[in-house]
């Protein structure tokens, strides 16, 4: 553990600066060597600060999972941004037209009666909506079955005056599944295919398609797979974690998030108890290890239960950790972590830089 960190008070979310621009980078130089532009998900981290960083970077502008979300990131002067969520309710079409007004911004849309209310709040304002259709990537999660089916919806919405058909996007969740990078090629090869044979379908039908929006965290780590979509939406990669350490996507080392707890209790000789629970860390769990992250330096010991403020560590000898001693754990699944606080420790070269506010903490509607 780095020395300074030692000193913070715990739990502490910590993130390494150094890390995460040489993941900005390498992810940027290999979606351009497959010549596809990056639009980060800002959801893995919901930082204003961050997400400059990505778009001054050379990312085309950030995606975000809800309207709260984008709202903060326009506050936080992000002026391109898709919503990857479909727009339903009258509160919520207010605020996408009051967005547009501000910065370019498109959402999904995966339902007539969805595209339906969307234009027709645009167009009584004079306005269109930029939407992509959501094509379903094998979850059925609300996106339009591939091929005739997205076809079918397109030419459906086409005519609506309050809206304006950008392109599709795709989300192939079934990737989480994969052991290995192999499997995950397969995955991504299965994503371009779909959404280019699906864009192809679409244009030989007259309805011309500019944005094929695709690459989970997964297969948007083998860009060279997905070439062919012109936009990828990769979000954890920014701060890696047990996930993608799990199938061979991320080392350690690539690592930038990094929650800091402190051993509060040794009830026997093989159990520690550390003041990190559910409330700083987080209750999911990776498909192919046991326990709730990683702790660095300590590959023998598994965090086997977590309360809100407690974290149960177990060791098959005797647990070396002691009360007092600091400890690092690399969680499972970083995007959780940076919605459970407000703001979080921004270090470079070993050295604390800056509190890093997690501007949409919270902001899920």
Known sequence: MKEEWKSLPTPAVVIDLDIVEKNIDEMLKGAEKAHIRHRPHIKTHRSGYLAEMQVRAGCIGITAA????????????????????????????????RLSGQIRI?????????????????????????VLIEVDGGLNRGGIKPGKDTLGFARRIRDLKGIRIRGLMYYGGLAYNSHNTEEIRTYARQERDILVETAQMLEKGGIPIETLSAGSSFTGKVPEEMEGITEIRSGHYIFND???????????????????????SKPDAHVVIADVGTKSLTSDMCHY????????????????????????????????????????????????VTNLVDEAYGFRGGTFDRMIPIDARGKSV
């Open 66 to 97: 809800k309207l709260g979300e984008a709202e903060a990131m326009a506050k936080a002067g992000i002026k391109d941004i898709f919503v990857a969520y479909p727009i339903i309710g009258e509160d919520k079409l207010e605020r996408l037209f």
């Open 106 to 130: 498109s959402s999904a849309v995966n339902s007539y009666i969805g595209a339906e209310a969307l234009s027709s709040y645009f167009e009584k304002a004079g306005a269109k909506a930029d």
């Open 242 to 264: 047990c996930g993608q350490i799990d199938v061979g996507l991320a080392e350690e080392g690539q690592c930038a998030l990094r929650v800091v707890s402190t051993v509060v």
């Open 289 to 336: 290890r046991k326990g709730y992250g990683q702790i660095v330096g300590h590959p023998g010991l598994e965090i086997y239960a977590l309360n809100e403020e407690h974290a149960f560590i177990r060791c098959e000898a005797e647990n070396p950790l002691q009360i007092g001693e600091k400890i690092e754990i690399i969680p499972n699944h970083a995007c959780v």
